[in-house]
């Protein structure tokens, strides 16, 4: 059922969060508690972020590109116990009165949903607690490792009730059902298993920060979002279910922009890299560690010597902002880095990124902006399934402002396997 082998394996089912109402609901002082970068003009972010979800749609079908809200939903449904244990856990984490609960528990499942992620009832004109801004970023909640599910733990408390709502996606709606029977599921909030260290040290471990790149390789990120403790801790769990014989811990500058490691490069082809070239190509800051199923190490100075001794040899490195000062800066700011491939060759940017796209283009690739592949499928002038060496650019007005691309915006859970 699930299965990803790769960063570039065609993309066969993923899921997304569709901008949500609770994002109107931000104040500028909230901004910053919440983790959100600006305030954001929703009603355009949904509009964006409806072309990518139709972008999503025409490449890889509707019915492969899962919704949170409707995922919640139909657990709800489906798992009255499940849901029961979500309510008591969100009200004594937003230290609510537990009286609230019946009021809760007599929701139907679509009033239910919008007010656990929303904080906000509307017939009631109540809100109850903040909103989840970030969950748009779906990448971060859950990372598949071949046929594993990880659920991650978020590093800021901002971020918990996300949390919250992936577990219960993935533990209590029937897509997911036998994830948990066959010890598919690699909890990091199951502190039994996942304890803090001698030294108290939380396991804190982001989904921006794992990449599954083949069957004997996963990269992980050290960053400002994912610790070495929660490193070393994943580390032992995917070496004993077998899962690969390699671990590449990526140590990153603990920074506000870069905070996981696909802000500085993601990979988008066989051979290609897009990468914030200070950090990734020149090693800057920056270093790579390997740790091997059988106890040896191995030790790189930057990530492209790694890249190139380890993984690829042929690894190509196209620079946002074309490598060049202040531009890339810029652009790797505004995820010029941050693309998710949809098959090798076929990955979506943002459109607010020029230098980068002329580094792309250089490379061998189309650029086509979101709304014109929209129209020209529609049209029947392009078949998605014939396209090559093509990036397809969304809009990005407000969505950048989240601080997160594309790759940010998915949560693979199906790839073809390479």
Known sequence: MLSVNSEIGALKKVIIHRPDDGIARISPKKAVELLF???VHLPQMKEEHEVFRRVLQYVIGEDNVLDTE???????????????????????????????????????????????????????????????????????????????????????????????LARFIFYAHPFFKNLSKEDRIINLNHLDKFPPSKRGEIVSLEGGDVMMVNDDFVFIGCSERTTEYAIESVKKVLFEKGLVNNIAQINIPN??????????????????IVCYKPTIYDGVSSNVIVYRKDGSEAVYDSVKSFFLHEINPNANFIFSGHGVSPYQEREQWTDGCNLV?????????????????????????????????????EAGKINPDEMTNTIIALPSNELSRARGGSHCMTCPIVRTTI
């Open 37 to 39: 970068d600006d305030i």
């Open 341 to 377: 491939a949809l098959r090798p060759g076929i990955a979506i940017s943002y459109d607010r990124n020029p230098k980068t796209d002329m580094a792309l283009v250089d490379a061998g690739y189309t650029i086509i902006h979101a709304r014109d592949f929209i129209r020209d499928v």
């Open 255 to 272: 920074d506000r922009s870069c905070m996981h490691i696909d802000t500085l490069f993601t990979i988008i082809n066989h051979n290609d």
């Open 70 to 164: 409707r995922l919640i939903e139909e657990g709800l449904d489906a798992s009255p116990e499940i849901k029961e244990e979500l309510i008591d856990k969100v009200i004594e984490y937003e230290e609510l009165p537990p009286s609230n609960k019946e009021f809760f528990m007599s929701l139907d499942a679509n009033a239910l949903m919008k007010l656990l992620i929303t904080g906000y009832h509307q017939d009631e004109d109540h809100i109850y607690f903040d909103p989840i801004p970030n969950f748009i970023f779906t990448r971060d909640i859950a990372v598949t490792i071949k046929d594993h599910i990880i659920i991650t733990k978020a590093a800021k408390m901002a971020r918990y009730r996300e949390n919250l």
